[in-house]
């Protein structure tokens, strides 16, 4: 049956679909295939001692399944995600799924809910696996058990201007998103509840996001609360490094690749905040967001504006990440997963 469902105005907020997947596995232990389950999407039962409430032992990943004109449904770059769900277990001392078992219950998830994905170019299913310390402890340590688990949710838009939206960002020199040594690199649930205290403070003076500078110096741009981000200067385009305190966005890295492929210099280094008002263009990319202009950036009450035309940098390169996804341009780099 046909979900009720405006798809031209999906946005990107949750709403019930068919299925979730769940796999469970003992501290010490490896997660077994045939451990893993489709069940009706429902709350799940969490003991109140479980790790991930007490002591934010938890990851999350975001990933997207497109409907394409021809009925085919795809996936874009599923095994970087489970590569990076596996990182983020070693750091935060969790037993993980292996990379095939990731990719086959992102694809049983997906299929489970196809009801669920918009018609061709009104969005996708976005996915969320998560990892989570789910057995009961008292004194810190590693949970006693471990839950992967994917839920499932239509997703347009992640800002509210749809198309045409973009980024208003403020940079904050007050609080931190990441320091070295800490878990700024990998997708830890406790990288996004502290953020909310700076994000809030942002969207109540106007701003869309927040882009956080490095703890250490406050002198180089990191990220912004949801995604990574671009600069373009002369053509040359510019992001910051992912050495431990910048996430390694799969758009991210995907985006470098294609404007390498187009003739541009990508640089990956680090960039100074001063570097931001001479910039001709600035954008950002991240799963949620796929590659949105920055209309302006704010800091220390200096506002830079930035062009966000139809011929900009950031515009040339979101249509062909676009079109390897709806297959217009051909998938030379073999990142498209097709599942039905
Ligand atoms: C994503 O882009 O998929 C994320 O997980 C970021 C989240 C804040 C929406």
Redesign the pocket.
């Given at each position: 049956m046909e979900p009720e469902i405006d798809w031209d105005n999906v946005g990107?907020g949750i709403k019930k679909t068919d299925y979730m997947f769940v796999m469970k596995c003992s501290n010490g232990d490896e997660f077994k295939q045939e451990g893993g389950e489709l069940k009706p999407f429902a709350n799940i039962e969490l003991n109140p001692a479980a790790g991930v409430l007490n002591y934010g032992q938890g990851l999350?990943?975001?990933?997207k399944a497109y409907r394409r004109e021809d009925g085919k449904i795809v996936l874009f770059r599923p095994d970087q995600n489970a590569l990076r769900m596996k990182d983020g277990a070693d750091r935060m001392c969790m037993p993980c799924p292996s990379v095939a078992q990731f990719v086959d219950a992102v694809k049983q998830t997906a299929l489970a809910n196809q009801r669920w994905i918009p018609p061709p170019g009104k969005g996708s299913l976005?996915l969320?696996p998560l990892l989570l310390g789910t057995g009961p402890i008292l004194g810190l340590t590693q949970a006693p058990e471990y839950t992967f688990l994917i839920y499932t949710t239509p997703a347009g838009n992640?800002l509210k201007d749809g198309v045409n939206s973009q980024f208003n960002l403020y940079i904050e020199d007050e609080y931190d998103r990441a320091s070295l040594g800490g878990t700024g690199g990998i997708?830890s649930i406790t990288n996004?509840g502290p953020v909310l205290r700076p994000l809030t403070k942002a969207r109540s003076g106007g701003f869309t996001d927040v882009l956080y500078l490095d703890s250490a110096t406050r002198k180089y741009v990191e990220e912004v609360?949801?995604?990574n981000i671009f600069i373009v200067k002369d053509n040359i385009i510019s992001t910051p490094p992912t050495k431990g305190t910048v996430l390694p966005?799969i758009?991210r890295k995907s985006i470098i690749e294609i404007a390498r492929d187009q003739g541009y210099t990508v640089e990956e280094r680090q960039i100074e905040v001063e570097e931001l008002f001479e910039a001709d263009e600035a954008f950002c990319t991240?799963?949620?967001?796929i590659v949105v202009p920055v209309g302006s950036i704010t800091y220390q009450g200096k506002r830079i504006q930035y062009q966000t035309d139809t011929n900009s940098v950031c515009n040339k390169l979101f249509s062909t990440y676009v079109a390897i996804i709806n297959g217009e341009t051909e998938d030379r780099k073999g990142w498209i997963t097709e599942i039905n």
């Open positions: 990107f999350l990943e975001g990933m976005y969320r992640y997708k996004y609360s949801t995604c966005g758009t991240g799963t949620a967001v």
